[in-house]
């Protein structure tokens, strides 16, 4: 469809002005009077009307080799019931739950392989992301107690994961 606002229809039609948009977006209107002889307004009535053109080619070839967001759209989500989403959801809401307590069994089994401390300290810097260093400053100890507490506890955790 041919836009009939858009500055190269607006030029075109004008035969007798060269039409540009300001900064304040009114149009300008360029007249023969406006010029010194006719020759130069010819030249630069031609120049205007072929750069308004290419300027239109650029936006055609960007719009003509995309398609409408609601055609997108409809491709990537297709029209889908009410009753077929709530079905999918439901599953979703399942299947989150399913993981969840799976989550929560081995983090149970995983307390119950390590000392309080151990899981303490590995909750800390795996599930907290802090340093071995500041953990030994918030528990007051060196960061060698740390890290040979963090290693018995990996060992641990990987004898009860291979139990699973």
């Known amino acids: 469809m041919f836009d009939k606002k858009n500055d190269y229809f607006i030029n075109k039609r004008e035969a ?7 900064v ?3 149009y300008i209107r360029l007249t023969r009077e406006d ?3 006719e020759e130069e307004f010819q030249k630069w009535k031609e120049w205007s009307d072929k750069d308004y053109q290419e300027a239109e080619k650029v936006m055609r070839k960007f719009y003509d080799y995309g398609i409408p967001w609601e055609e997108a759209a409809d491709a990537i989500n297709p029209v889908v019931s009410a009753e077929e989403r709530f079905f999918e959801e439901l599953e979703r809401m399942e299947q989150e739950m399913l993981r969840a307590e799976q989550a929560e069994r081995q983090i149970a089994g995983i307390r119950q392989a390590l000392t309080r401390t151990q899981f303490r300290r590995f909750w800390l810097h795996h599930a907290e992301g802090m340093s071995v260093e500041q953990i030994a400053v918030a528990e007051g100890v060196s960061h060698q107690n740390i890290s040979k507490s963090l290693l018995a506890a990996r060992k641990k955790i990987k004898k009860f994961l291979k139990k699973l």
């Open 16 to 22: 007798d002005s060269i039409v540009c948009k300001s």
């Open 24 to 26: 304040t977006g009114t």
């Open 35 to 37: 010029f010194s002889s």
